[in-house]
């Protein structure tokens, strides 16, 4: 390993790293709102939303992520919706992790005892401020930790979008090791890089489990 | 002001209510009592809307109490509710579980909102917990904050579900202090409870419920020292044997 190969390799990695923050972050954003109305949808009364929200959400949880890929990218434009590679990832991503999200959420709503919705409506409350003021805040504090993991799983499941030749930071990494045959170097710097990103997002979520975890209690913050 | 008509209310194929009418007048207070499962919890949640009903009517202030209807919310503004176990907001404070009310239904300022929640803890006894969460203090406490969210809406009447029932027995007496002096301020009151002492000291009326019907109602005095019916009879000689 020489230390020129390393300042040949890192701009080209760092180049990929950034697609695949802007990866995790697209899919990260999409899967919340997704996973939120599927949540919704599956704690609904309207007995076709849920069993729709369901349904979706186990085909999506069978299938494994790389299918889900393939598929938008390589079924869809045969139906003539064209999405570029990028374009592609993020959705697939976000899709499939959508469906955790959404039992993530659902299980934080659930959390919330009926007493206190009941406390809500005899105070005049109309169920969306309820959603807004009494459920969601407590919904989100239990579905932090687990929202956490769920953006550490994506950061790394985004490595996926190079089998369908996104240029992000693993498929940067194989394109330097087939020209150059620097496996160790190569593949050692892919790894920490990956580390870089995601041990201070585990590290974030811990933090913030900590603090929520004290201010739940009533902590004196 | 609260006028219950004849209500019937079935949850599937129990009927629980069995034609309840029920009047009560600004300013009265009346007591629910009557065993487990006679419906006493059930009579409370029609009338603020929370448990719709089958036949009958209620009327509050001569305004159908219709859980369906669209000022069903506006209503519930006009009859608080506190119940067995509390139901505080956990994660906010005891002043902001008595400020969400007013602020976020009757969109009161802040500032209004504040000072109004802070004047009514401190008439139940807590201004010195104004910031704490509600985890923080004992069951007693947290009715008593409980009380002050419902009164912060300034509704005509208010209804309690056995207050102190999920109370250790030395918190009971700071609760239904606070009650007493409700009571005596002129608060429109229909309480469920099995404190034989509270109901026969404030209540106006008492009313026995047994399997979905009243059987008995009266003064409270006569009520709980001399009953008529038999069933009465047989429910106080239990509890006060307690
Ligand atoms: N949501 C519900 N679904 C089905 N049955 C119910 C429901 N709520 C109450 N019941 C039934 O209705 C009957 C009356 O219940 P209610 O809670 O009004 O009694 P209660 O007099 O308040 O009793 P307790 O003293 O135990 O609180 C009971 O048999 C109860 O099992
Ligand atoms: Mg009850």
Redesign the interface.
Same mark, same amino acid.
């Given at each position: 390993m020489e230390f020129s190969d390393i300042t040949a390799f890192l701009p080209i990695l760092l180049k990929g790293a950034l697609i695949t923050v802007q990866i995790t972050i697209g899919a990260l954003l999409l899967s919340t709102l997704l996973g939120l109305l599927l949540a919704l949808m599956k704690l609904s009364p309207v007995r076709a939303l849920s069993l729709t929200a369901g349904t979706f959400i186990n085909v999506v949880r069978g299938l494994p992520i790389i299918v889900q890929l393939f598929y938008i990218y390589f079924v869809l434009p045969e139906l003539g919706i064209q999405l570029s590679a990028f374009q592609a990832s993020i959705i697939g991503l976000g899709v499939a992790y959508s469906a955790y999200q959404a039992e993530n959420f659902r299980a934080g709503i659930e959390a919330i005892e009926a007493g206190q919705i009941e406390a809500a409506r005899s105070i005049g409350m109309k169920s969306k401020l309820i959603m807004r003021r009494v459920v969601l805040p407590q919904a989100i504090r239990i579905a932090l930790p687990p929202y956490g993991n769920t953006a550490v799983m994506i950061l790394k499941d985004s490595s996926l979008a190079s089998t369908i030749t996104v240029a992000e930071m693993t498929r940067a990494g194989q394109l330097i090791a087939a020209s150059t045959f620097q496996n160790t170097t190569v593949y050692t710097l892919v790894a920490l890089l990956y580390l870089c990103l995601s041990l201070p997002l585990i590290f974030g979520v811990n933090r913030l489990e900590r603090y929520f975890g004290k201010s739940a209690k009533g902590g004196n913050s | 002001m609260i006028n219950i008509n004849a209500i019937h209310k079935s949850f599937g194929d129990v009927e629980v209510l069995k034609g309840v009418s029920l009047t009560v007048a600004k300013g009265e207070v009346v007591c629910l009592i009557g065993p487990s499962g006679s419906g006493k919890s059930t009579v409370l949640r029609c009338i603020?809307g *929370?448990e719709s009903y089958d036949q009958g009517s209620i009327t509050i202030n001569d305004r159908q109490v219709d859980v369906a209807s669209k000022d069903i919310?506006?209503l %519930?503004?006009q009859v +608080?509710?506190v119940?067995q %176990?509390f139901? *505080?907001? !956990?994660?906010r404070t005891v002043v902001e579980n008595v400020m969400? +009310?007013p602020i976020?239904?009757k969109n009161e300022p802040r500032e209004t909102a504040h000072a109004n929640a802070i004047a009514l803890l401190e008439k139940v006894g807590l201004g010195d917990k104004v910031e704490?969460? !509600?985890?923080?203090l004992s069951g007693g406490q947290q009715q008593r904050v409980?009380i002050a969210?419902?009164l912060a809406?300034q509704p005509e009447a208010i209804l309690f579900d056995e207050p102190t029932s999920a109370l250790d027995p030395e918190l009971v007496g700071d609760v239904l202090t606070v009650m007493r002096d409700l009571a005596n301020e002129g608060m429109t009151m229909v309480v469920v409870t099995h404190e034989m002492g509270f109901a026969k000291e404030v209540a106006d009326r008492v009313c026995f419920l047994y399997g979905g019907q009243i059987v008995e109602s009266g003064d409270a005095h006569t009520l709980l020292t001399q009953p008529s019916h038999e069933r009465t009879q047989d429910f106080l000689r239990r509890v006060l044997n307690h």
């Open positions: - | 603020n *929370l919310n506006d %519930r503004t +608080g509710m119940f %176990r139901n *505080l907001f !956990p994660h969400e +009310g976020f239904v704490a969460y !509600p985890q923080q409980a969210r419902a809406m």
